[in-house]
């Protein structure tokens, strides 16, 4: 049977160690604090002190592999499963320099829009059989013939005390772009480089939603795109001259504006879905949880072959600044 445990757990990074967040050995408020494990308050008994067991055991293994190195890999609750998902929420880093992965949890997919029963199943973009990947689209737009998207929403999905700005891009594809979870879209910011006069060189955002975007149509996909910014230690202020071109291109983008791009690129970070008992477990930082959160849409909030199949369970871990950088909280909490 399928599950999304959903897990929080703060390691500091620090020059010479990284020290494991305390655990609780009682629930604590659901705004738990960035050193603490949180659990919902409507969990109760046994399921809650197994959770909070694995936990404690994750937290020891993740402080003492693989996250000892920078190189990081780049959630909805699943709705037809709720009763059955361990919810534990946030716990976060307190820097940007984060070396170890901290958590927070992501969901992915707004809760006014979980299907029901009686709604069109999400199977009209699927390969025969669904796990089939030796059809999946790769590089059918390139950089001298783009192709034009043009934006639907752009909001921005952090909090005032978050360390930047960080946006939530929907872009309409009319269908014309297909694409996998875990692939990249290219961009194409506007312009020219100042230093030759050529046009911008096209940049990679991994994609945020399902093939079948957040509108469950097909015909849109989203971006999780953070401003690129510089500070100035002289001018104590930003400084526009060495902003990121195209990053800054997308969050100041409007609903109708249009945008150029390329791909889909990438087929390393598809999901194995041959094997419906094959375990996720999913780390990352910052907007490196955009592909993640295409994953558990598919699994757990879109009545796709690959959901109905799947009797696994996926771990999600996010390391961020602060709690006002916990990207897609929002989706998680009304989940």
Known sequence: MAKLILAAAT???????????????????????STSLGMAA??????????????????????????????????????????????VVETVDNTQKLLAAGA?????????????SGEKAQDFLEADPFWDQSNVPVNVYKNKAPFTGKVVSTKRIVGPKATGETCHIVIDHKGDF?????????VIPPGNREKDGKPHSVRLYSIASSRYGDDMTGNTGSL?????????????????AKKGICSNFLCDTQA??????????????????????????????GTGIAPFRGFVRRLFMEDTPAAKAYKGQAWLFLGVANSDAL????????A
């Open 11 to 33: 390691l500091l990074a620090s020059a010479n160690a990284f020290t494991p967040a305390v655990l609780p050995s009682a629930p604590v408020s659901i705004h738990a604090s």
């Open 42 to 87: 409507d969990e109760s008994g046994s399921k809650r002190k197994r959770a909070l067991k694995t936990l404690a055991k994750t937290a020891g293994v993740l402080s003492s592999v693989a996250f000892a190195t920078a190189g990081l890999p780049p959630p909805a609750i699943a709705a037809k499963k709720a009763k059955e998902i361990v919810e």
């Open 104 to 116: 927070g949890v992501i969901a992915a997919g707004a809760a006014a829009i979980k299907l029901t």
């Open 178 to 186: 297909p694409y996998w979870e875990g692939q990249s879209w290219g």
């Open 224 to 240: 999780c795109v953070r401003r690129a910014t510089y500070w100035c230690p002289e001018l104590k202020a930003d400084d526009p």
């Open 256 to 285: 109708g504006d249009e945008v150029k791009m390329t791909g889909p690129a990438g087929k390393v970070m598809l999901m194995p879905e041959e094997d419906p008992t094959t375990d996720y477990i999913m780390v990352a930082t």
């Open 327 to 334: 990207l897609y909280d929002d989706e998680f909490q009304d």
